[in-house]
C-alpha cells in the first residue's frame, strides 16, 4: 500500500488530499477540508471533550474498565473529528458510522445496570433510524443531481 499527501492551500481554507495504492490496481482517495468554519467547530469539539475526559477522570478512575472507555472515547473523539473534516460522501457516511458504533460502545461500557444496555440499545436504534435516512438523502441527491446532468 502507498501513501501519497498533497497539500492544496488558498486564501480562507485549505485540503488536504490522501490517495493509497491498494493491490496494485485500487486506488482510494480521500479529501479533507480545513475552514474557518471547521476550525470553529473544532474548537468547540475540543473544548466538550476536555471537559468530558476531566469529569471522567474525576468521577470514573475507580471504575473497573477505565481505560477501555478512555480507548472508546477517544476513537469517538477521532471520528468527531475525521467527520468534520471529511467531504466526500463515503468518508463522510463511514465517519457517521464509526461515530453511531463509538456511542454505542461507551453507553454500554457500564453494562451492568440494566439502563444502560436499555439506553445503549435506543442509541443504537436512533443511529440506525439516521442512517438510513441519511442514505436516502444520499441516493435523492445523487438521482436528482445524475439527472439534471443529463
Known sequence: MFFFFFLFKSCNFFFISTKYLMFNF?????????????????????????FVVFYSLVYFFSF??????LLK???????????????NILTFFLFWELMGLCSFFLISSFFF?????????????????????????????FIYFFFLVL
Open 113 to 141: 445496570r440494566y439502563k444502560t444496555r436499555f439506553a445503549s440499545f435506543v442509541a443504537f436504534f436512533w443511529n440506525l433510524l439516521g442512517d438510513v435516512s441519511l442514505m436516502f438523502f444520499f441516493i435523492i441527491n
Open 64 to 69: 473497573q474498565n477505565f481505560y477501555l472507555f
Open 73 to 87: 472515547f477517544f476513537i469517538f473523539f477521532t471520528s468527531i473529528l475525521l467527520y468534520l473534516f471529511s467531504v
Open 26 to 50: 485500487f486506488y482510494f482517495s480521500e479529501l479533507f477540508l480545513f475552514s474557518s468554519l471547521n476550525l470553529i467547530f473544532i474548537k468547540i469539539v475540543f473544548v466538550v471533550c476536555f
